[in-house]
């Protein structure tokens, strides 16, 4: 056993976490039906985000304050980073979503959301399991993680090669290709905090 009680970084951990999570179920549920409706998605987005900055803030202050930490400081921060890394992606695709005035997200953009949402789960999962002091089951969530980005790897390709061979239109497909990498790299920073739990793990067990 790591500790005897709660954690206070632990919990602050899982509200990092759950911000991320439900900033994924928005992002991936939202229906854009007209300008105002694609303005207001990229402006909840950034409310997401900049909750997300405000907790990283008081996770730093609370580390420096902490004089026994349930896991390695360097840990925490590294756990914490990488979680708002999903969420600064998430913004910043809606943002290029608003920039581009795209109001149909097509069926690659659409399946993205999916992968992403259900990658966010596994991440609020493994940081309850984290909270609970429960390592070794953390493992299946990773290997979720680890198979939706591998996932996103090959629709990103699939998505690209259809892209240029569908349209003609140059504008459309830098477009839609600069969105899709940004989901893909979404996805990468989903795996980069599968990394950095499975290194919890195998310090502390």
Excluded at 25 to 52: A, C, P, R, W
Excluded at 165 to 173: G, M, R, V
């Amino acid at each position: 056993m790591l500790f005897t009680k709660t954690d206070a970084l632990l919990e602050a951990l899982y509200e990092i976490a759950r911000n991320v999570h439900e900033s994924a179920v928005y992002f991936n549920q939202y229906k854009i039906s007209s300008m105002e409706t694609l303005k207001s998605f990229s402006d909840t987005m950034k409310e997401y985000e900049s909750k997300g900055d405000k907790l990283i803030h008081e996770i730093i202050i609370r580390i420096n304050k902490t004089f026994i930490t349930a896991i390695e400081r360097e840990d925490v921060m590294e756990l914490a980073v990488k979680m708002d890394d999903v969420l600064d992606g998430l913004e910043s695709c809606s943002a290029h979503l608003y920039m581009y005035d795209i109001m149909a997200p097509d069926e690659t953009m659409v399946r993205f959301g999916q992968i992403i949402e259900d990658a966010s789960k596994q991440i609020l999962l493994a940081m309850e399991l984290l909270k609970q002091q429960k390592l070794a089951d953390m493992r299946e969530h990773i290997i979720r993680i680890n198979d939706l980005e591998s996932a996103g790897d090959e629709l990103v390709r699939r998505s690209i090669r259809a892209l240029f061979h569908s349209s003609k239109d140059p504008i459309h497909i830098m477009q839609f290709k600069e969105i899709y990498e940004v989901l893909e790299e979404v996805m990468d920073h989903c795996e980069d905090v599968a990394d950095a739990m499975e290194t919890v793990i195998m310090s502390n067990t």
